[in-house]
């Protein structure tokens, strides 16, 4: 075989292996970003950015839900326009006023930037649960691995083991 001849089926081949390791995005899919399911008449539990400040609350940027998530990173939907992509991501400003009214001990969803627009899965510090129910902060998606408890009217920092590392959540 000649050089080109092997110089040729290399580059083919490194082609076929990138086309097969990096699939193409479907033209249709687009993205839109959230950071809460819930409003200022709900009760809910925030996952915070940062940890806890000294004096026992969080003033950070956060996720509020009030339904069990299945991935702290969103989901998928498909619609007639293509698939839809919801991804969490932390924010700080609530223009509904969410804060010491609805979470314990004076917690807020504000702060500096730090953390704001960042994908909530795998960057959490601590919660806050206003919620009338406990909800559980898991290791892996789908309730999977280790968790954590937060019971209602609590504010806790993560445990090592799921600080920064958390990717779903369930409504006890």
């Given at each position: 075989?000649?050089?080109?001849?092997?110089?040729?089926?290399?580059?083919?081949?490194?082609?076929?292996?990138?086309?097969?390791?990096?699939?193409?995005?479907?033209?249709?899919?687009?993205?839109?970003?959230?950071?809460?399911?819930?409003?200022?008449?709900?009760?809910?539990?925030?996952?915070?950015?940062?940890?806890?400040?000294?004096?026992?609350?969080?003033?950070?940027?956060?996720?509020?839900?009030?339904?069990?998530?299945?991935?702290?990173?969103?989901?998928?939907?498909?619609?007639?326009?293509?698939?839809?992509?919801?991804r969490?991501?932390?924010?700080?400003?609530?223009g509904?006023?969410?804060?010491?009214?609805?979470?314990?001990?004076?917690?807020?969803?504000?702060?500096?930037?730090?953390?704001?627009?960042?994908?909530?899965?795998?960057?959490?510090?601590?919660?806050?649960?206003?919620d009338?129910?406990?909800h559980?902060?898991?290791?892996?998606?789908?309730?999977?691995?280790?968790?954590?408890t937060?019971?209602?009217?609590?504010?806790?920092?993560?445990?090592?083991?799921?600080?920064?590392?958390?990717?779903?959540?369930?409504?006890?």
């Amino acid at each position: 075989m000649s050089r080109r001849t092997i110089l040729g089926a290399a580059a083919t081949a490194t082609a076929a292996l990138a086309a097969v390791l990096v699939p193409a995005s479907p033209a249709n899919a687009y993205v839109t970003y959230t950071d809460s399911h819930c409003s200022s008449t709900t009760s809910c539990l925030a996952i915070f950015y940062n940890s806890m400040q000294n004096i026992g609350i969080f003033v950070s940027p956060c996720f509020t839900t009030n339904r069990t998530e299945d991935s702290h990173l969103g989901y998928d939907y498909l619609t007639s326009s293509g698939v839809q992509e919801v991804r969490y991501q932390f924010n700080y400003g609530y223009g509904f006023g969410y804060g010491s009214s609805s979470l314990p001990n004076g917690s807020k969803c504000q702060g500096a930037e730090d953390g704001s627009g960042f994908s909530v899965k795998n960057n959490a510090a601590g919660a806050s649960n206003g919620d009338s129910r406990s909800h559980r902060i898991f290791y892996y998606s789908n309730q999977q691995g280790t968790y954590q408890t937060i019971e209602s009217g609590h504010n806790e920092n993560l445990i090592a083991a799921l600080k920064n590392e958390n990717a779903s959540s369930a409504r006890l």
